[in-house]
């Protein structure tokens, strides 16, 4: 509501204001409430050494089950988070070697960042979220991985 309301301001009178405001946690406050808000996701598409895929069963989905691993950020930096929650779900280790793509999203209101890596080491562990986990050769999906997913995968592993 109050974003509406900020950005009825002219764009002039905006930068006018916050380079003429002496508080800075009010002129921070301003931005916070006028600037559009997003959530955050970190996904892997991680290969083992034989350059299979890893996919995991999530608990919580009935119709597409299968998916990447990954999940939302905290207040960390995007690998670190993967990196938690890639070891908090399933007990992997993994190592990321670089950031593929960002796609906004609108439903949640998100941005996705899809890194690229591969599976270290580690004993699976089912968790709450996750129940098992598979590796699949590019191509030869699994019922239930959304077609979303099926493509980033190819796109990144072509």
Not at 1 to 19: G, Q, S, T
């Amino acid at each position: 509501m109050f974003a509406k309301w900020i950005n009825r301001i002219p764009r002039d009178w905006l930068v006018w204001m916050y380079k003429h405001m002496s508080l800075n946690r009010f002129k921070n406050w301003i931005v916070r409430r006028s600037q559009q808000s997003f959530l955050v996701a970190v996904l892997g598409v991680f290969t083992n050494d034989k350059g299979e895929v890893l996919l995991l069963r999530h608990s919580y989905r009935e119709q597409e089950p299968w998916g990447i691993p990954g999940g939302w950020m905290e207040q960390e930096q995007p690998e670190e988070g993967l990196l938690r929650e890639v070891k908090e779900e399933t007990g992997l280790d993994v190592q990321i070697e670089r950031l593929e793509r960002a796609i906004r999203r609108s439903d949640p209101n998100c941005v996705d960042l899809i890194f690229k890596g591969t599976v270290q080491e580690g004993t699976f562990l089912p968790s709450s979220e996750i129940s098992e986990m598979m590796y699949c050769k590019v191509g030869e999906w699994p019922a239930g991985l959304p077609r979303s997913q099926q493509l980033i995968i190819s796109a990144i592993l072509g």
